[in-house]
């Protein structure tokens, strides 16, 4: 092996040492940097990335939803059509974007409508299909997977209730919980305690009517407001639930049986270092012992 | 005793593991030892014999320090002795390849060094000098063929890398660097530089030891000191310049909101690729469920047992784990595995003597299956999405108990550092899946 030696130089020896001395400092400069490297990421509240259709509108033949990724167009999901005032069950997308179309159900004919999602990771959405007789169109919704304060729940109100082009809804004692609500469109989330709350529903200036909904601790709620008529009535639809008592804080869940699985490490690393320290200390002084000796007319 | 049910699973490491053998790190410090007599054979000069164990020291350290199972020099003990062995005479060569086959037994992705070695040496006429061409083609080959076969079978063995990507990428760094400039000069040592560049290829794959890691450090100083002696002057500063770029991309990448931690959140994986996988709606969760997960089972990490109920502890109302270290348990007021809403199960990462039924749960990487049979009969499957660790001070409450539009599930333990005066880990690891087949 080694045949390739070449004559001494005076430098050689130092050269190395030097060398070597930056390298063992720049290593050693990463094993004392703090172990920022554990850093906690974003929490998301779901693991999944969730999609649903919601029909908002009454007039609408049967319809399907088709849901394709934009970078893998062949993929796609298609969810079926449902009744007026009713939510699909949710589909697990991969985080990504999508291309959603509303089309008559079975046909392939041009889609009715469409829009583009970006669906990112640990979210949820719901497709609302809204409109009238001559244009529908599709809304999106965010839904909320945030955890509520204990004993609360979480519900919005989705007006889909044409008559009346915005309706007012208030809760108990005819606190506003949204005002001026367009057909067609989601009020933010409220918490309200678990358990039943009528909230009440009318045009403004209107007789509202009541609209008893039952909630669960930790559960995320959209009523939808329907019309029959001039009369309204609600779909209390779950959009997520949680368990109803959240334990708080973190879990301590070991005994550190395992920490002395690797006996001897603590001694094993300060033998280690010593030895580093030890090496390095030696390529010095012979680098030094040698380039001194050797320094001089030759 | 060590009842947890991923021990019961044949392994190697159960037969010749650390508490059977020294510990990893006694023999790391044996293998940097060796680099003096194996440095001496390569008629190096003491200065460069010095300098060479004072890198590969460092280097362990580093390994030591940044994964989780510590540093494993067994291998690069068995491949220092057998290389001290090679030279001169046939005893001594067989017992150096019997010493290089202990090392692939002890860290099987050592072997895939061994063998591009081999073929290497076989391609270069450094092997089998007396027979034809082809035939040391053929036996090169083959060679290549068993390195690459050794490689996929560990493939997600253990589920992750063992080191951190930015050790990694410093190790990387520094051993490309040295045996790309030792190739075009000094074809001798080409083979060598195959297999070392394999070993750390290998050390990228999810489910490596940090074995592979601590072989690359090894002939990764001793190289360092061949190159700054073959070429001295000018390659000694390029390597000087190189060490310093790379500890200034190691520093930009320790940087805030890089890396994300060495168990990171990772993407969901769909496990039907042909589409959006669908979900088969989930009932919605009864306040008082009549149904009970009754078992649990995680083919990747090897535990497959029962569940048992956990409530939350009546002062500090927080989640209390198992009474059993090697039986996992189910949050029994919250959501049952398979109806709407994320189901928490946890489990103790070790009892006071040895691992617990979640000990493994760190290594589990996004993909994974976790199956979950209920007392109405049914079997649900879970997809592990991502493997996260939390400081316990910072426990995302939000995400593991928040609402969610279907099951899913968490599975929660302990990780990090063991606080010995607390008797605690500092961090949760938490696990989350999305339901993937009723």
């Known amino acids: ?157 989705i007006d889909a209730a044409p008559p009346a082009p915005v309706l007012d809804v208030r809760g108990p004692g005819g606190t506003p919980f949204a005002l001026g609500l367009a057909c067609g469109a989601a009020s933010a989330y409220r918490e309200v305690p678990a358990g039943s709350v009528v909230l009440a529903a009318g045009a403004p200036g209107a007789p509202a009517t009541d609209l008893p909904v039952t909630v669960a601790a930790n559960q995320v709620v959209s009523v939808v407001l329907i019309s029959r008529g001039t009369a309204i009535s609600s779909r209390v639809q779950v959009d997520a639930q949680g368990p109803t008592a959240v334990p708080p804080g973190p879990v301590d869940a070991g005994y550190g049986g395992t920490v002395g699985e690797r006996p001897g490490a603590a001694a094993g690393a300060a033998a280690l270092a010593v030895l580093a320290a030890a090496a390095t200390g030696l390529a010095v002084r012979l680098g030094r012992k040698a380039g001194g000796k050797r320094q001089g007319p030759c | 005793m060590l009842t947890a049910p991923d021990l019961v699973v044949p392994d190697l490491d159960a037969l010749i593991g650390p508490d059977a053998w020294l510990p990893g790190l006694a023999t790391a410090l044996a293998a940097g030892l060796l680099l003096w007599p194996i440095g001496s054979r390569l008629r190096l000069l003491p200065t460069s014999r010095a300098a060479a164990i004072a890198l590969f020291a460092v280097a362990t350290l580093l390994i030591d320090t940044y994964s989780e199972l510590g540093a494993d020099g067994r291998a690069a003990f068995l491949l220092g002795a057998g290389a001290w062995l090679a030279v001169h005479g046939r005893w001594r060569a067989v017992l150096a390849v019997l010493a290089a086959v202990g090392a692939a037994v002890v860290s099987p992705l050592v072997g895939v060094g061994v063998l591009v070695l081999i073929g290497g040496l076989a391609l270069q006429a450094g092997l089998l000098r007396r027979w034809s061409v082809g035939v040391r083609r053929a036996v090169a080959v083959v060679a290549l063929l068993g390195a690459v076969a050794i490689a996929l079978s560990q493939v997600r063995r253990l589920g992750a890398p063992a080191l951190p990507p930015l050790l990694l990428a410093v190790l990387t760094v520094w051993t490309l660097l040295v045996v790309g400039l030792l190739w075009r000069r000094q074809p001798w040592l080409r083979p060598v530089g195959a297999a070392v560049t394999a070993v750390l290829a290998c050390a990228w794959l999810p489910g490596t030891a940090s074995a592979s890691a601590v072989v690359v450090a090894a002939s990764a100083a001793l190289l360092t000191v061949v190159l700054v002696e073959e070429y001295r002057t000018l390659l000694a500063r390029q390597l000087l310049a190189a060490a310093v770029a790379a500890g200034a991309v190691a520093l930009a990448l320790v940087g805030p909101g890089v890396g994300g931690g060495r168990v990171a959140h990772v993407a969901d994986t769909a496990d039907d690729r042909t589409g959006a996988p669908a979900i088969p709606a989930g009932p919605p969760g009864p306040a008082f469920a009549t149904v009970r997960p009754v078992t649990i089972s995680i083919p990747a990490i090897g535990v497959d047992g029962p569940l048992e109920d956990l409530e939350a502890d009546p002062v500090t109302r927080e989640l209390a784990a198992p009474d059993d270290p090697s039986v996992a348990g189910w949050y029994a007021a919250g959501v049952v595995p398979g109806d709407t809403g994320p189901a928490v199960i946890g489990g103790h990462v070790d009892s006071r003597s040895g691992p617990g039924v979640f000990f493994g749960l760190r290594r589990l990487v996004a993909g994974d299956v976790v199956r979950i049979r209920r007392s109405d009969g049914s079997t649900v499957r879970f997809t592990v999405t991502g493997v996260r660790r939390y400081p316990k001070d910072r426990f995302p409450t939000d995400a593991v108990y928040g609402p969610a539009p279907a099951p899913e599930l968490r599975l929660v333990t302990c990780g990090g550092v063991f606080d010995r005066a607390e008797r605690n880990y500092q961090d949760n690891v938490v696990v989350d899946a999305v339901l993937s087949k009723r």
């Open chain 1, 1 to 157: 092996m080694g045949s390739h030696h070449s004559p001494f130089r005076p430098s050689r020896h130092r050269r190395t040492a030097v060398a070597a001395a930056v390298l063992t400092a720049t290593l050693t400069a990463l094993l004392v940097m703090p172990a920022a490297l554990s850093s906690a990421p974003q929490a998301a509240a779901a693991a999944g990335t969730y999609l649903r259709l919601a029909q908002l509108i009454d007039v609408m033949p049967d319809t399907e939803l088709i849901v394709s990724s934009v970078a893998d167009p062949r993929s796609s999901v298609t969810i079926a059509g449902v009744g007026y005032g009713s939510v699909s069950a949710y589909r697990r997308i991969e985080p990504g974007d999508y291309v959603v179309a509303l089309r008559p159900k079975g046909s392939g004919k041009p889609p009715l409508v469409s829009t583009t999602l970006n669906a990112m990771v640990g979210k949820s959405y719901t497709l609302g299909a809204v409109g009238d007789k001559k244009s529908s169109g599709l809304k999106i919704f965010t839904d909320d997977l945030t955890l509520p304060a204990a004993g609360r729940a979480k519900v919005r109100v």
